[in-house]
Structures are given as C-alpha cells and as structure tokens.
C-alpha cells in the first residue's frame, strides 16, 4: 500500500487539499485569511501565464522569489508580505523533493536568515521560518551533518540557532522550535551510526545551559524568573530525550542535574525533570538501547539519598519507579520481575525514615512497581509459560514475602499503614500465586484488626488487606488463616469478617459456602428461637443470619464448582425459601439472577484477564450455562412464576429480573410447554374475571397487593415474548387481539407490552410483518376505546410498528396522525414523550419512503391518494391547524414547532415560508392555549428558519406580538420580552427598534438599559445571581429555556452569595453531615457576649424575647436558610400530592425608569406549581 511518503502523485493530492482550503477563503472575513487566499490567487495566475505546472517544485521557487522581494539583505522590508511566504513555505517544503532541498541549502538558509536572526520578527512569521528550516534540516544526509566539504553554512549552524529559538520566551514560538529539534533528531540520516550526528552537540547546549542557570539560582535565590527559563530548558531536554538521541556519554551528568532539579520545592520544576526523564526512559525501547538503559538504572541506585533527605527522596523514589515501569514496558518485562527483590531491598530502607511524606513515596514507588512493570503473561501456570519461568517467578514471589514480612516487624511500626498499602498492592497482582507465600502476612494483620481496639489506627488498613487477599486468592485460604469462630466462644470470633467477605467474593467455591458457612444459619436461628426476641444478643444473632445470606449472591458469582455444587438437592432448598421466607427472595433471587448472568457474560470472552481464564477457562463457563439449561431453568422458572404471582406488586421487579435471565437459557421446547401452560391459565382467568364482573375496573393497582390472576400471566407473557420460538407467536398476536379490547387499563397496557416486547427481535419483526395488516387494523379500531392510561403503551408499539411499515402500508400513517397530535397535549408525561417520538419517526418514514404511494382510500374511500414525502406529512399536520377546539389548534402548533425544530433543514424553503405565516396569525387569536404555543412555535422559527425569511417579515411579527401581549392582560409579557430579546441577539437592536411598534419601542429601551446594567454589575463583580442550568435538547432550550434575558445571558456566571455560620464553641467540621444546616444566603450576625447574656432575662433561664428585636435577629439569624425552605417548600395537595407555593413572577414592568429593582408584587392568588426543566425536550411536557 502506497503512503504520503513514497508515491509523489498522492504528496501532489494531499499538497493541493491544503491549498484548497486557503483559496476557499478569499472571501473570508478575517483579513489574514483573505491575504493568504489573495496571495495564492495571483501565484496561481502567474503559474498560468507562465503555462507552468502547479507542483510543489513550482510553488517553492516562487514562495522563495516572494521572500527575496521582502528582504534586502539582512532587513525585511515588508514583514508581512515575508510572514505569508513563508507560512506557504513551510506549508510546501514538506512536499519538495529532498534532493533539492539538500543542494540549495546554503541559499535557502541564507535567505531564512533575515527572518530568523531579527529581534523584530514576530511571533507567527517565526514559527513558519522553524517550519521551513526543519524540513530542510530533516532532509539532510549524514556528509552535510560531518560537514565533510568544509561549507560555511552546515546544517549544524542551522541546528544551533533552531537551539536558540527553543529557549525562547514566547511560548508557541518555543514549543515549535522545540518540535522542530525533536522531528530533526528523530530522523536519523543514513549511515554507519545510530545516533544522530548532532545528538551530541544539542545535549552538550542543553546540559551546560541549565548548569549555568543552576548555578545562578544558587546565587541569585531571589531571582524568580530563573525558574522559568530552567522549566524551558528542561523542555528542550525533554525534546532530545523522547528523539532517542541523548549522548551516552552524557547520562550521568544528564541525572545528576535532574535529580538536583528535582529535589528542589518548586512542582513545576519538579515536573519538567520528571518529564526529562520519562523521555530518556521512554526512548530507549529496543535491545540496542538495554545497555544504555541498566547504566541509568545502576546511576540512579547509585544516587540513592539518605533515608531522611525528605526534599531528594521522594523525588528519587518517583524516578526509580517511572524508570523501572518504563523498562518493564519497553525493553523485558520479565528481566523487570527478576529485579524486583533487590528493589524492594533497597527502597524498603526509606520505610525506617522519621519522615511521613519518605515513607509514603517508598510505599507509592513500590505499589507503582508491583501494579505497572509486572506483566500478567509471566504469573501464569504451566503449560502456558515454560517451568523455568514458572520457578524463578516463584522464587521472585517467595522472597519479596520474606522481605515483607520483616517490613510487618516492631522495627517499621512506624510505616506499618504504608506497607499494608504496598501488601495489599501484592496481593492484587499476583492473585492465587501469592497465596502459599503471604498467609504468614494475613495472621499478623488479622491479629491487628481483632485486637477490637476503638480507633485503632491500623484497622481500616488492616480490612483492606483481607479484602483484596479475599478477592485475589480466595475466601476459603483467608478463612483458614483467620477462622470467623463465630460457634466457638473460646476463640478469637471474626464476625467482622463477614461484611468484608460479602464486598469481596467473586470467583470462588460454591460448595465451601454451602457445607461451612451456610449451615451457621441454623445455628443462630435456634439461638435466636430459644431467645428473648427483645434482647440485644437476638437482635445480633438476626444480623448475623442476615449477613450470612447476604454472602450467598457472592459466592453465586462465576463459581468454579457450579457442577458439583448447585445440585437438585440446594436448587430445591432456595426453592423451599422462597415459598417459605419472603424477606429471603431478594437475596435468593439475587443468587440466582448472578449465576446465570456471570457465567452467561464470561462465555462471551469479554473478560481479557489472562490468569483468570486459565483458572477458569471459557469452556467451563460454556459447560456450567448447558448444565443450567438442561436441568434447572424450566424447573426453576416454574418456582419463579409461582413466586411471582404471590408477590406485591412493589416487590416483583427483582423477580421478574430472575424469570429474565433463566428465560434466556432456557430450551426453546422448554420455553415452549411453560408459554402454552401459562396462556392456558389467563384464558382460565379471564372467563373467571369475566363471569364475577371483576373485568371493567380502570383502577391502578394498589403497590402493596397482590394483583388479579389475568394481570399477572399478561406480565409473565409479556416478558417471555421475546425470547419465545415463533411458532409461539401467532398465541401472541391471538391474545393481544383478544385483550387489547377488554375494557381494562391493566389488561390493556400489558397487551399492548407484548407485541412491543415481541418486536425487540429479528423474528418477531418478521412474524409481524406477516400480521402487519391486522396488526395496523387493531390498532386503528382500538383508537377510541384505550383508556387514557394505556395511551403510553399503546404509543410505545405504534413507534416500534411505523420503523417497521413498509411503503405499501403508509396509509397507517395519515389515519392514526391526528391522534398522536392531540396526545401531545396529554397530562401523563409518558404519553406526551412518546407522542412526540412517534411524530418524529413517522416524519423520518415519509422521508425514507419518499415517492411512494399513500392509499388514503383505504382510510376515507373519499379521500384522493397521496404520494409520501416531507412535505406531504407536514401538509398533513397543518391540517389540524383547522381544528374544532382550542386544544386541536394548539397542538397541532405544537408538533409542527417540535417537526420543524427536527427537519427544517431537510424541508423546502417556500413550505417553512408558507407554515411560518400561517402559523404567525394565530398571534391575533384570543385563545391563551393558542396563543402560548403559537409563542413556542415562533421561538424556534427565530433559531431555526434562515434569516432573510425571519427578517422579511419582522415588522407583522414584531406587531402581532406585541398585540398578543396586550391583548391578554400581559399574560405572556415576560415570553414576549424573551422573545424580543432573542431577536435582538440575532439581527441586531437596529432592526428590531425600527420595525416594533412606535408605543412599544420603550420595551426595546429597557433591554438596552437591562444589558447596560448587567454589564456594569459583572464589572463591578456584583453581577445577577445565575440561575441554574439544567441540561436540556438543544429543541428544549430553544423552545422553553426561561434564562433568556439579556440581564442572565451577560451575568450568567454570578453566584449568590453564601455564609457559613461556625459555632462559637467548637470549629466547623466540614465532614460532617449537618455542616449544610449551618450554609446560608443571608449573613450571620456576630453576636457579642454581652448580647447573648441579655437574651436571659430571669435567674431561672426563661428566655425573654423582646418583640421589636425579632426582625432583626430573623433578618440576620443563619435561621433564614430555614424559614425560606418552609416557605418555598411543598404542600400537600390533592391526592396527598406535593405540591410547590410559587411567588408571582410575570408581572414584569417593562418601563424601568430607574436602576433599582423594585420588589416583587405578592398575591394571594393560588398558582399552579412550575417544574423544573428535565433533560429531554420542553415541548414534550405539558403546556
């Protein structure tokens, strides 16, 4: 394949892509855009008239002739005019044949000179020059580096002043030089050596120049601005380093001066070292480069500190574990292993340091080892790695366990929470090999945890260990070491133990908690029988049994004896449970859901873990899911349905999750006899409901009870319709034909559930593509008679149905329209989301299906046919704008807002005219309904229609609006301001002044003054309180978004301010939770002693409150916070709802005369609640 690189013709496409995109731009409204364009039009044309052809040898000569125009020797005289060469230049070298570059360098350099070397140049003329001279530098061969022909001018000359520019103080002039210096040495050049030929004189510049600043630092301590030019150079060292192209010679005193940089207090120089030296570490990834690399490893160790240098050790600990993580990564990760004995030995010493942060970093640099240089390949078990491996790995592991277990000595008490850290660290990446090595470890860190001491400092570590000892080699080793002796009162009880087990299992013995811990239950049960029931010690005992069973979806988890363990004789024991203990189905239902779904997912393969699947290889969990299916899922599932159906509604959501899963593996003939027993059993019960009259009922079911039997098997059905085979689904469509009829609303959104449930997979949406007439003729009779609350359901399938229509059946579409219109002005939220869903997925249909025939006969035999497309639909929905009823109109203005705010791009620009007019008279309409979406629908015209077609028109909208506020009492005078300030934003106050009303243009003076003042306030720092953003549709925001004034737009940053009332007695602990109770928006008073004194008027105490002082103090008092939150807080209302009280706040009067803000008027008038913005589209809420 051929690549930029090798094939001239595709350098020649990519050149003339980047130059394309400058001539685009000739009309651009940025002067140096419009320069560059201009200057490369006349290029072009004098190529023309030179019948020259535009290649990158062309442009070159003739971006060089341009650059000799600018310069007269060593001046520029237009440096404009030079900056645009050579931004072209630098755009063209890259394509220029090498062998050009390298025989006119001395010319070209020559003539970049002027531009390079003067104190003047600015800052983009300079970055283009260092384009220009990189690519001449990169295209030199190894003689012209030797400078073998002794020229005057050599690439090194160029080199060194690319040096220069790497240090210098302009920031993006620096990172190019430096860029360039990297791409330089990056590219070594033919010939007998590997390192660049000027590696060495660029690391001799770099060193010596931060030497030289180092030493000026020692004497000028104050000087600041050293720092700075210190991180620069560090910089640049960074540069050569990650080019692989640091001498060898110079990498001892390449670290000492690193190292010297990084133990001083300054995090930025400290990071650039860092930064130096994970380039030198990351360069050298090849096996050339492993000498280089163990010398800076034994110069590194050689520099090691002292144990209490607590500025140069922690700084050293850091290198040595970005040193050892890189050599692991990019030279021999095994080698890395084979070392790690004698790191441990050497850093272990930092642990005996008298200061914290040095035994923190000893820790952290150890972790950073284990956890990155340690490659999971080499922890593996023959036969997927060779016994040599296995047996020195081995040996590795055995002896940093002894290093550790000194490490858990008296001697390193003081670092013992450190070296927990670095053993749990341990344990994590070696899993199950460092069982047989640390259990030594676990006992002594065991006996800390149960020495039961309050606070003790060691016992949160301590529970860390035993948490990941559990999850990585396992519950039974853990508990062997540490028994839970929870029967034996004379031995040490763990019972604490039990919580951490729970947190932490995974991947373990079923069977081992089947015979040693299950069977504690019946030990404590009869305790708890034998006992008081009111009695602490029963209380314990129940919490225990709880905790036991709490343990059992763990162990549950991926088991590796699923086989052995989860035999008829257990399956039927948590079947029993479930009949028997309510309390108990959580957790067992839980058990069960987890052993299919772990085993399920881990079949997959989408765990990459290598040393888990070759303890438990994929197979296994392949095998486990075939045993589940062939003896325990029709089984269990009948255990499960019965259990279903004598559970409360509230509670059968984790139920029906487990009948979820154990229907995925179930056999297809299985699957089969359980649906045909269960469909039996609803025509069962519905003839009973039918002949006791229990069928008509609209009444939702009560949460806490049971519901009719008919209702459950529709949820049961429902949820096995889509795993069911098809010859199951003609039952399907059967029932659904059945009870979507029956005046129920339970019955009716289940029915409508299960085609939508059915619909989720390939074959379901085969088998109602056979159906889809009668599927399409149902739910066209069932129009009227759904209930209300079974519109949501019924919307859910129609959506599911229309992606599936094909285009013979888009008659579907017109005929059902006008009921999806009207929905979208439905109470229920569901009902009114899933309205508009299905609006936008019939618009996309048409769209699809443009051109095809639309059999409106088949709905109205009067009715002319149609051919489908956008327009079509949207001439459809504009028919509802003729509605009989105010509610018809007003969502018929709705969905159209909703419709166009979705395609207007893809609509035709006289259709968006013609609706945006027709839609605009209905300003003049009384109707507030009307006159409310009508507002709606113009806000999303203002962002979404072009802007000549707004424009043309502004002066009738401007009108009409301001008519509509009048009109109706000022009901919608802040959504008109709203309006009118958004117009402003977009066109401009010039036009909006000119065309409203001569009596209104005092509106269009307010929102001056309200920016003018906002303005001020920002700069004053006293900016408006921002109001809170929710994060909504761009549809949504558009629409509704009430944070739409000028005043908000400007100070949309500005907080309130908040105090933070500290009791007197004790400091503020801000941890703790009621830390919130002592936040408020009004300022505490500083109460004096004498004041609170005076408060207690009498010997005895009573307080004595003297009436004129209340306002103060309730106006001062933290106390506000509270009294607010009452007052703004809910009520009950109807139903037991809550309810918000809400302050009038539309009463907005536009004649502001002055900058004070008046107060807000109060009423009594009850309001309706406002919600608060939710995250999906406005438009979809009620109006």
């Known amino acids: 394949m051929a690549t930029f690189g090798d094939d001239p013709l595709l350098l020649d496409m990519e050149l003339d892509s980047r130059l394309a995109k400058i001539r685009a731009q000739v009309t651009s409204k940025l002067e140096n855009q419009k320069q560059l364009a201009l200057v490369l039009q006349a290029i072009d044309e004098n190529l023309a008239d030179q019948k020259q052809k535009q290649s990158p040898v062309t442009y070159f000569v003739s971006f060089i002739s341009l650059l000799d125009q600018c310069c007269d020797g060593e001046d520029i005289r237009d440096s404009n005019l030079a900056g645009v060469a050579l931004y072209f230049l630098d755009i063209v070298c890259p394509y220029t044949p090498k062998q050009l570059l390298r025989s006119k360098f001395s010319e070209i350099l020559a003539r970049l000179a002027p531009s390079l070397s003067s104190n003047e140049s600015e800052a983009p003329l300079l970055r283009s020059g260092i384009g220009v001279l990189e690519s001449l530098l990169v295209s030199q061969e190894t003689g012209a580096w030797i400078n073998s022909d002794n020229y005057k001018i050599s690439p090194k000359r160029g080199l060194s002043g690319l040096l220069q520019l790497s240090l210098d103080p302009r920031p993006k002039v620096r990172k190019r030089a430096q860029e360039a ?44 601005d050293l720092n700075t030019e210190i991180i620069h150079n560090l910089q640049l060292i960074a540069s050569i380093t990650k080019a692989n192209s640091w001498p060898l010679k110079q990498i001892i005193p390449l670290c000492d001066v690193l190292l010297a940089v990084a133990k001083t207090s300054d995090q930025y120089l400290v990071s650039s070292a860092f930064d130096a030296f994970e380039g030198l570490f990351q360069s050298m990834n090849d096996e050339v480069d492993e000498d280089r690399f163990v010398q800076v490893l034994n110069v590194l160790f050689d520099l090691k500190p002292a144990v209490n240098d607590q500025h140069l050790a922690p700084s050293w600990l850091a290198v040595i574990a970005k040193a050892l993580t890189s050599y692991s990564k990019t030279l021999d990760a095994y080698k890395c292993i084979l070392k790690l004995p004698d790191v441990f030995n050497i850093v272990s010493d930092f642990f005996l340091s008298e200061n914290t942060n040095v035994r923190i970093s000893a820790s952290q640099c150890l972790i950073a080892v284990i956890e990155d240089s340690v490659d999971k390949q080499y922890l593996l078990l023959p036969p997927k790695t060779t016994p040599e491996v296995y047996e020195n790995v081995e040996e590795v592991i055995e002896k940093l366990s002894e290093i550790t277990a000194n490490l858990l000595s008296v001697k390193f008490r003081q670092a013992a929470s450190v070296i927990c850290e670095l053993i749990a660290s341990i344990f994590n990446k070696f899993g199950s090999r460092a069982g047989p090595y640390f259990t030594s470890h676990l006992q002594v860190i065991g006996d800390w945890r149960s020495n039961e001491q309050e606070g003790f400092e060691l016992n949160q570590v301590s529970e860390t260990v035993i948490s990941v000892a559990i999850s990585s080699i396992g519950p039974e080793q853990v508990l062997n070491v540490l028994p839970l002796n929870l029967t034996n009162s004379k031995a040490t009880g763990r019972a604490w133990l039990l919580p951490i087990l729970r947190d932490n299992v995974s991947h373990s013995k079923l069977g081992y908690y089947i015979s040693e811990i299950l069977p504690l239950t019946t030990f404590f049960e009869e305790k708890i029988a034998n006992g008081n029931p009111e009695s602490m010690n029963t209380k314990v005992f129940a919490t225990i049994v709880d905790q036991i069973w709490s343990l059992l979806p763990h162990f549950c988890d991926l088991p590796s004896d699923l086989i052995e363990s989860f035999t008829d004789d257990f399956a039927s024991k948590l079947a029993g449970l479930l009949y028997e203990k309510a309390d108990l189905r959580n957790i067992i239902c839980h058990a069960l859901k987890l052993l299919v779904e772990s085993n399920v997912t881990y079949s997959l393969g989408v765990i990459d873990d290598a040393v888990l699947n070759q303890e438990f290889p994929v197979e296994l969990a392949q095998k486990n899911v075939e045993y589940l299916s062939a003896t325990k899922a029709f089984k269990m599932l009948s255990v499960l349905f019965n259990v279903f159906s004598q559970t409360p509604v509230a509670q059968r959501g984790y139920v029906l999750e487990t009948i979820d899963v154990y229907l995925q593996i179930s056999k297809p003939e299985d699957l089969e006899n359980t649906f045909n027993k269960v469909c039996a059993i609803l025509k069962q019960a519905l003839d009973d409901e039918k002949e006791t009259d229990l069928i008509k009922s609209d009444e939702p079911v009560a949460k806490s009870s049971i519901p009719k039997l008919s209702i459950t098997m529709m949820d049961l059905i429902a949820q096995m319709a889509k795993y069911v085979p098809e010859s ?15 005046p129920d609303v339970q019955l009716q959104k289940r029915s ?35 209930m209300t609350a079974a519109k949501s359901a019924r919307f859910a399938l129609m959506l599911a149905i229309i992606k599936l229509l094909p285009a013979d059946q888009l008659h579907f579409v017109p005929a059902v329209v006008s009921e999806v219109i009207i929905s979208t002005k439905s109470l229920n939220e569901k009902t009114r989301e899933s309205a508009y869903q299905t609006l936008i997925v019939m618009a996309t249909k048409m769209l699809e299906n443009e051109g095809a025939p639309v059999r409106n006969s088949l709905n109205d035999p009067e009715m002319p046919d149609s051919v489908a497309s956008l327009q079509e639909f949207f001439t459809i929905c504009s028919a509802g704008l003729a509605g009989a009823t105010s509610n018809m109109i007003s969502a018929a203005i709705t969905s159209l807002s909703c419709l166009v705010y979705e395609f207007h791009t893809k609509m035709d620009i006289q259709l968006l005219t013609d609706l945006y007019q027709t839609v605009e008279l209905f300003l003049t309409s009384r109707n507030r309904e009307i006159i409310k979406s009508t507002l709606g629908f113009v806000k999303v015209a203002i962002l979404s229609l072009p802007e000549e077609m707004v424009t043309q028109n502004m002066k009738g909208l401007l009108t009409n609006l301001m008519t509509a506020s009048h009109e109706h009492k000022n009901h919608f005078k802040s959504k008109v301001k709203h309006i009118i300030e958004r117009l402003i934003r977009k066109f401009g106050v010039e036009l909006v002044e000119e065309c409203i009303p001569e009596e209104d243009k005092k509106l269009v003076a307010n929102i001056k003054k309200s920016k003018a003042r906002a303005k001020r306030k920002k700069t004053e ?26 005043d908000e737009e400007e100070d949309s940053t500005g907080k309130p301010q908040q105090y933070i009332s500290e009791p007197r007695d004790t400091p503020l602990d801000l941890l703790d939770k009621d830390t919130l109770t002592h936040i408020s928006s009004s300022k505490p008073k500083k109460f004096t002693k004498k004041s609170l004194q005076n408060e207690f008027k009498t010997k005895n105490g009573k307080l004595v409150v003297d009436e004129e002082d209340d306002g103060e103090i309730l106006a001062k008092d933290s106390i506000d916070a509270y009294v607010e939150a009452v007052k703004q807080g809910p009520v009950r209302g109807q139903k037991n709802k809550l309810r918000y009280k809400h302050k009038k706040g539309d009463d907005i009067d536009w004649d502001d005369g002055s900058d004070t803000e008046s107060k807000p008027k109060t009423s009594n008038k009850v309001q309706k609640p406002q919600r608060k913005p939710k995250n999906k589209f406005k438009s979809k809420r009620r109006f």
Do not use: W
Request: aromatic share 6%.
């Open 752 to 786: 409508y559930r299960i085609i939508t449930k059915m619909l989720e997979t390939e074959a379901g949406e085969q088998a109602a593509l056979g159906f889809i007439s009668n599927i399409l003729s149902l739910l066209l009779e069932t129009t009227d008679s759904t």
């Open 728 to 742: 199951c689904h003609n039952a399907l469509f059967s029932i659904f034909n059945q009870t979507v009829k029956i």
């Open 1021 to 1046: 720092g006293t900016g408006a309180n921002a109001t809170d953003t929710g994060v909504m549709s761009g549809y949504e925001a558009a629409l509704y978004s009430e944070s739409e004034s000028e």
């Open 181 to 224: 210096v990297h791409k330089t040495l990056s590219t070594v050049p033919a010939g007998p050596s590997l390192e660049h030929p000027a590696s060495t004189m660029c690391g001799e510049f770099s060193l010596n120049s931060v030497i030289k600043l180092l030493e000026r630092q020692q004497q000028e301590k104050k000087n600041k």
